[in-house]
């Protein structure tokens, strides 16, 4: 044993800091980290006085809950899908090697039947959980691990988790609860549509033990506190209801351990998706590296819950193990818990297997002599039962509400379980909501309004204006403007990043020659023309619960504004817009929880199917990933579908600022950098071009843009695929997140002649076409960017509403002398062009100017409900630029 190994005992607290935090805790006063780890030294008296304090904040809680004095479990089967695992944690008896498991007669995953049977003979016993426990991704180390997911057709461990956790569903009813460690932020997508609830420890924060040799956590890539925190905000964002907790007693701290509660706390506030945390006690086992350190003391564990709770707060339900406190129910009761976890009634604990579960029963009794009494809970914590959606996904909704209790979100106690269809929602894709949102959005009343929940359904704001206040500081420069350029004017391919930025900031007539230089290489590169399509845009559907926080356009299915198109009706608009002289349709939508990931494909078709010369420019990078999570695709094999069904281009929306750390305060839950970059190479390399765009002017400062610029560049380079860059103003006036006081109110006029210029120098022998937005700038606006480096106008749109909802008043569609005036304005002659800047048949530039690119009216709207045509097959996808 190490020293690394020993917890690690500063030197004792004072009376006198004991007595204060102790007095603190017992007021209410919050703690900070200092006074926590103080309070996890507590024993004797200190130790009643703490765990006294700590139980009348969970039964403060308990009431608050409607359910005083309860105490909960989960009845469930534990399933060791797999025992391999690439982490050598030092303590853990679960994971094991290949050739013991072939030693033994085992394969290296469980098999579908092995699994179902544990899981028929759970529900049988009345199980209404089935805990999926695992090693961390054990194909990446043991090649046997991939060969038998290569053998039995899974692309990764995780593949095969998803698909067994939908049989357990159709086969037994049992509501799967998924521990597989650590996951991106793709995985909680496609695994929150099989699982109402996923879980990971968090262990601890303490980092040393996981970086220095000999630790518990060396050689363990997964324990990494950093990427385990970030697995813990990725199931914030993603809307999982997640269980986490500290592991004590394996060499952290006292103030290591406080900390890592303390950041619990936080990613709990923040995302509001913590529904439980596991206060753990280590216990040594046999034939591990850590065999002979000591078991933490079971005061040691009634401390450290206590501390939990009283950092945590009443609203959180806190759970210690039945199997690890051995007798001290009593004292575990005490200290301040609300919840026993999972006990099965059939299988052991594997991670701890010399602990027996107690009987259900003797749990009862035992909880009923403390002056509680026990109530079965599912998997999925009452609370998030109640708040359903975005937190439970509709496909899960029958399992879940055959289970549970309706007044309480608990488990119904005549439940009864058993396989339930596990699919997509019946008659989701219903013409449903007001479709008139471009013509009359701005004259209902609707502008400025807050969404009724706005303080939770983009998290904690604090928080936000916290990460905003760290990104947004800005830059000093004391670059030599001139000297940049005339770097910009001589070789724009050569400005350095210090350059750049001192660009980005010029003013004055400093601005007029960056932009005299932009326009100069404007004309060099593509010459005077300006560009522009004849589109319609389809939103199919404003209902969305991603919670970005610049978006106004999306509505909760309940929302007085909320509306879904049918097929027939996205088909009927296409159509019209041909009839016009439309060469393209941009689709984009919300991400409706009832989506198959499959109706993108049935979008793109019935646009093909009724206007076959259409070009489909449609799904955004996170309408993309939405589609294949859902189906269970890969990315590729979902694009590759899309473009067989009708697809030939994507929007390079969704990218907003290619930044995690800006993107998670603009968005709550969408797409990370990496994935985006992922969707638009693949895209790219089957042949699917795509745009590429920025939103700026809310948090970010020039550094970010110039970064963006950059890496599109860079993509660029690789793989040709941008037709244009779009540069997208943020609009502020309804946007969330400017109304909660963190964004600013979108760019300055000077900001955008500088993004726009700097666009096109920094782009330059990447990506030809600048496109400016007179959805966002207006006619003048748009006029300025066309001297200023852009040479695309974009489209005529017909129906914009994303924008418009967002509060721009720059209407919703432009005609085709609009667009040519705009030209004119700058100075300019207009060109017709298609989706990517080829001709346009003469028939098409034709039938255009006859129509003038105008819907003579809209097309009256097929009957709302179950009985328009093609019901049943309306769409639906994400990214509100
Ligand atoms: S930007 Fe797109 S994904 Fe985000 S909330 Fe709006 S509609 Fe949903």
């Excluded at 807050?450 to 830059?475: C, H, I, L, T």
Aim: net charge negative; charged share 25%; glycine share 8%.
């Amino acid at each position: 044993m190490t020293s690394s190994h020993e917890t690690a005992t500063p030197g004792k607290p004072t009376a006198n800091s004991m007595r204060r935090a102790l007095k603190r805790a017992s007021n209410g006063v919050s703690l900070d980290v200092g006074e926590a780890a103080v309070l996890l030294q507590a024993r004797g008296n200190d130790l009643a006085d703490l765990v006294s304090t700590a139980g009348r904040v969970r039964d403060a809680g308990l009431e608050a809950a409607g359910r005083p004095g309860v105490i909960t479990y989960s009845r469930k089967v534990f399933i060791p899908i797999t025992r391999l695992c690439r982490d050598k944690c030092h303590y853990c008896t679960f994971a094991t090697v290949p050739g013991k498991l072939r030693r033994a007669g085992h394969g290296m995953f469980l098999s579908p039947d092995e699994i179902l049977e544990i899981a028929r003979r759970g529900a049988e016993l009345g199980c209404k959980e089935a805990l999926f426990t695992l090693g961390d991704r054990p194909e990446d180390r043991w090649p046997e691990a991939r060969e038998w997911l290569d053998a039995h057709g899974y692309d990764d461990t995780l593949a095969y988790v998803r698909a067994m956790s939908v049989r357990v569903l159709e086969e037994t009813g049992l509501l799967p609860h998924l521990n597989p460690g650590v996951m991106s932020w793709t995985d909680l997508q496609r695994l929150k549509p099989v699982a109402p609830s996923m879980g990971m420890m968090l262990e601890t924060t303490a980092t040393r033990l996981w970086s220095e040799p000999g630790g518990p956590h060396y050689g363990s890539p997964d324990k990494d506190p950093a990427v385990r925190l970030r697995v813990l905000e990725d199931a914030g964002r993603s809307n999982v209801p997640f269980t986490t907790g500290i592991l004590i007693g394996i060499g952290e701290t006292y103030e290591e351990r406080a900390e890592s509660l303390f950041a619990i706390r936080k990613v709990a506030r923040e995302y509001h998706g913590v529904q439980e945390v596991i206060v753990q006690n280590f216990r040594a086992k046999p034939d591990t590296a850590m065999r002979g350190m000591p078991d933490a003391e079971l005061d040691e564990l009634a401390a450290a819950i206590a501390v939990a709770r009283v950092v945590l707060g009443p609203a959180a339900r806190i759970q210690a193990p039945p199997n690890l406190v051995d007798a001290e129910y009593a004292l575990m009761l005490e200290a301040g818990i609300d919840d026993w976890g999972g006990v099965s009634p059939l299988t052991p604990d594997h991670v701890n297997p010399e602990r027996p579960w107690p009987q259900i029963d003797e749990l009862a009794r035992r909880t009923a002599e403390s002056g509680f009494s026990l109530r079965e809970r599912l998997t999925i914590y009452p609370e998030y039962v109640r708040r359903g959606e975005p937190w439970l996904d509709p496909r899960l909704l029958p399992h879940v509400t055959a289970l549970a209790d309706p007044e309480t979100g608990l488990a119904r106690e005549d439940a009864v379980v058993e396989g339930r269809p596990w699919q997509e929602p019946d008659e989701v894709f219903v013409a449903t909501g007001r479709t008139d949102l471009h013509r009359t959005v701005d004259t209902t009343g609707r502008t400025g309004d807050r969404r009724s929940d706005f303080d939770d359904a983009y998290g904690d704001w604090d928080a936000v204006r916290e990460k905003s206040a760290a990104v947004g500081v800005p830059e000093r420069l004391d670059g030599d403007v001139r000297t940049a350029l005339a770097q910009a004017s001589d070789d724009p391919a050569k400005l350095t990043d210090d350059q750049a930025l001192t660009l980005f900031h010029a003013d004055g007539a400093a601005l007029d020659a960056l932009t005299r230089i932009a326009d100069d290489i404007r004309r060099d590169t593509v010459g005077d023309e300006v560009t522009y399509v004849v589109t319609r845009n389809i939103n199919f559907t404003n209902v969305c619960y991603t919670g970005c926080r610049f978006c106004a356009f999306a509505q909760r299915r309940t929302d007085a504004d909320a509306y879904t198109l049918s097929l027939s009706q996205v088909a009927d608009r296409a159509e019209q817009a041909w009839e016009v002289g439309a060469t393209e349709v941009c689709m984009q939508g919300g991400i409706h929880p009832d989506l198959p990931g499959t109706a993108y494909f049935d979008i793109a078709r019935a646009v093909k199917e009724s206007v076959p010369g259409m070009h489909v420019h449609a799904f955004s990078p996170m309408e993309v990933v939405n589609g294949a999570t859902r189906t269970g695709m890969s990315i590729r094999e979902w694009l590759a579908a899309a473009k067989e069904a009708g697809l030939d281009s994507i929007p390079g929306t969704a990218a907003e600022i290619l930044d995690d750390e800006v993107r998670w305060i603009l968005t709550k839950g969408k797409l990370p950098t990496a994935t985006w970059v992922e969707v638009i190479k693949t895209a790219h390399e089957l042949g699917l071009r795509s745009s590429s765009t920025m939103m700026y002017g809310h948090v970010d400062q020039p550094h970010h843009w110039l970064a963006h610029l950059r890496l599109l560049a860079e993509i660029q380079q690789e793989t040709g695929g941008f037709t244009e860059f779009v540069t997208l103003p943020f609009i502020h006036t309804n946007a969330p997140i400017y109304l909660a006081g963190v964004a600013r109110p979108g760019p300055t006029m000077r900001d955008n002649r500088a993004v726009t210029a700097m666009a096109r120098l920094l782009l330059h022998g990447h990506i030809p076409n600048i496109q400016t937005s007179w959805v966002k700038l207006g006619a003048d606006g748009a006029a300025e960017m066309l001297r200023s480096g852009a040479n695309d106008l974009g489209g005529t749109l017909m129906e914009e509403t994303i924008s418009r909802m967002a509060g721009s008043s720059y209407g919703s569609h432009r005609s085709i002398r609009e667009l040519e005036g705009i030209a004119e304005a700058a100075g300019r002659p207009a060109r017709q062009r298609t989706t990517t800047y080829g001709q346009v048949p003469a028939e098409r530039i034709a039938t255009g100017l006859a129509s003038d690119g105008h819907l003579p009216e809209l097309l009256p709207l097929a009957e709302a409900g179950p009985s328009a045509p093609h019901a049943g097959h309306a769409a639906t996808a994400p990214s509100s630029e």
